[in-house]
T-cell receptor
Framework: KQEVTQIPAALSVPEGENLVLNCSFT??????LQWFRQDPGKGLTSLLL?????REQTSGRLNASLDKSSGRSTLYIAASQPGDSATYLC?????????????FGTGTLLAVQP | GAVVSQHPSRVICKSGTSVKIECRSL??????MFWYRQFPKQSLMLMAT?????????EQGVEKDKFLINHASLTLSTLTVTSAHPEDSSFYIC????????????FGPGTRLTVL
């Protein structure tokens, strides 16, 4: 059974700092991995999607990497801003097609202090 | 592009009533839609997978007679919480998978259900 874990559970950094969020998964047979952002009381915003054949994706100040063999992904946020404060969720899509389910991690609550 | 809407965004109802939540993909066709619920400070838990034109597939522990799902078209899925009770109070979020896409899911803004 696929399990997804995120470390740390919460993180507080001063504005301008670079930071890394971690995501690990137990079964490397995944189709893809997505990083999402969730603001309080809101839905999810997709940030980056990495296919299983890819090693990283970049969008603006965000860079996500994927090491499928070790079951790890990282989300790197450069030059953090107070507006980056939110909960960040990673999720893997199990490969195999039978379930096609996104399995979510536990989330990292990020606070960027001005 | 790839916008998913939900209606209503917030609903308060009395115990015993039924509540319908709509999920629409606004600018793309979605053969598959998903319904999740999220309790405070917890992650999303998949409730069911909804395929257009067929019965929904429910996750273990989710009562299909209580959470009725209808996926009548490629752009609309509905979740009806029947005979709602206070323990059904939660944040319900839907998502839609782009037809023919790379498996990416796009999420709606969520519906906050409060059952009194």
């Amino acid at each position: 059974k696929q399990e997804v874990t995120q470390i740390p559970a919460a993180l507080s950094v001063p504005e301008g700092e670079n930071l890394v969020l971690n995501c690990s998964f137990t079964d490397s047979a995944i189709y893809n991995l997505q990083w999402f952002r969730q603001d309080p009381g809101k839905g999810l915003t997709s940030l980056l999607l990495i296919q299983s054949s890819q090693r990283e994706q970049t969008s603006g100040r965000l860079n996500a990497s994927l090491d499928k063999s070790s079951g790890r992904s990282t989300l790197y946020i450069a030059a953090s801003q107070p507006g980056d404060s939110a909960t960040y969720l990673c999720a893997v899509l199990d490969y195999g097609g039978a379930t096609n389910k996104l399995i979510f991690g536990t989330g990292t609550l990020l606070a960027v202090q001005p | 592009g790839a916008v998913v809407s939900q209606h209503p965004s917030r609903v308060i109802c009395k115990s015993g009533t039924s509540v319908k939540i709509e999920c629409r993909s606004l600018d793309f066709q979605a053969t598959t839609m998903f319904w999740y619920r999220q309790f405070p400070k917890q992650s999303l838990m998949l409730m069911a997978t909804s395929n257009e034109g067929s019965k929904a597939t429910y996750e273990q522990g989710v009562e299909k007679d209580k959470f009725l799902i209808n996926h009548a078209s490629l752009t609309l899925s509905t979740l009806t919480v029947t005979s709602a009770h206070p323990e059904d109070s939660s944040f319900y979020i839907c998502s839609a998978r782009v037809r023919g896409g790379a498996g990416e899911q796009f999420f709606g803004p969520g519906t906050r259900l409060t059952v009194l």
